[in-house]
């Protein structure tokens, strides 16, 4: 330690130890460097593939390691014009320096997929890149339609891009609900996995028709065979009726002849007991008759009252009042099945002078129990109104909605929701 000297510089002269001490600084500053540069390329590294990915090349892979701020580019682009965006993408990250490119380019085939509706399933045909993107696809139109309503023929196929792509659905449905409802879901699910969509659905206007006259032709059969039943067992009432009445009385005419050649072999006490005796039955068998008229009365009134319940029954049979969804406004395609309902309220008015119209409203089961009472009860109001407006007496009409309280059909599948979701009427 002489002379303020180490024991490990105690042999080098002045000279060599500042030689020394020159060279050990570029070293000590490079195990610096060293020590920062790892983070950095990790940042440039992080944030050059979150800007590929933001920049449709999400393909693309960023390799840096040991590289400095010089960026290697790996992956296949579908085109020329992909690798060449993706290069620039990477140039404009702040901090890279150089970007090297390995990418290779493979001209990839856009997807194009079918889908056709058939007998209440939605068939799906084409091929898709990856099982990853058909279970995203079948899972977001299983959301809207229902997984039990898909029947998947999709195929993975090499060679096909991941993104972009057409769907095509095609098909005829009955009603105009459904084909809205359709529409709608493919619309939402292509929009979501950026497919272009051709909607080519559209309503079998021949089937349509011809259920509609088969309905109708039914429906007046049925109508004509209860009204012709219905007189007939009013006739047959009435005959039976007038025919008691007229044994009734013939019966006491033979009494009272009878009572008369007895009362003319008694005394005059005796024959004002008999005669008195004869205006009492007289008078029971009167007040008898009447019971009976007005019991046939109401018999007949009954069955006036069915005949019409039977006939509002049969108007709304297949058939159902339209609203728009979650509102109680009522779609102008319904207007004509209200046109029919007044109509049969009008000729039970004449029969049935008596009667009350009850409008009921009913929903599915899907929203609140609140919501739903106030939904039914509220389209029930309006159609209600509808009649009133078309000439309906206001004093022999109420409406009351019972909301999800009384289905007639299990709220489990699209079907039984739509069933339950009606407006019904009765006569009291």
Known sequence: MANGRSCCCAGLSK?????????????????????KWDPIEKDIQSRTQQKLASSDAAWSNVEIEKRGRDVLLTGTAASDEARDKAIQTALAVDGVRIVEDSITV???????????????????????????????????LADKVGAENIINKLTVGDGYANTGGAMTIAGKLMDQESLDNSSSAFKTVAAALGLTLTNNLSLDLDAIAAKKAADEAALAKKMAEEAAS???????????????????????????????????????????????????????????????????????????????????????????????????????ASFALLTEITTVISECRSKVPDSKIVVSGHTDSRGSDAYNMALSQRRADAVKAYLINAGVDTSIITSTGYGETQPIAPNDTREGRAKNRRITFSIQ
Not at 18 to 35: D, I, K, Q, R, V
Request: aromatic share 6%; charged share 30%; hydrophobic share 45%.
């Open 230 to 332: 219905a007189e007939e067992a009013k006739k047959v009432a009435e005959e039976e009726a007038a025919a008691k009445e007229a044994e009734a009385m013939a019966q006491k005419a033979e009494e009272e002849k009878a009572a008369a050649d007895a009362q003319s072999q008694q005394s005059e006490a005796e024959k004002a007991a008999l005669a008195k005796k004869a205006e009492a039955e007289k008078a029971a068998a009167e007040q008898l008759a009447e019971e009976q008229r007005r019991a046939e009365r109401m018999v007949a009134a009954k069955a006036d009252v069915e005949a019409c319940q039977t006939k509002l029954n049969n108007t709304m049979t297949g058939k159902t009042i339209l609203f728009d969804t979650n509102k109680a406004h009522i779609q102008k």
């Open 106 to 140: 493979k001209s990839l085939t856009s997807p194009s997929l079918q889908a056709h509706y058939e007998n209440g399933k939605y068939i799906l045909e084409g091929t898709l890149a990856s099982q990853k993107e058909i279970d995203a696809l079948t899972s977001a």
């Open 15 to 35: 000279g060599w130890w500042w030689l020394l001490t020159l060279l050990g600084l570029p070293f000590l500053y490079f195990l610096m460097l060293s020590a």
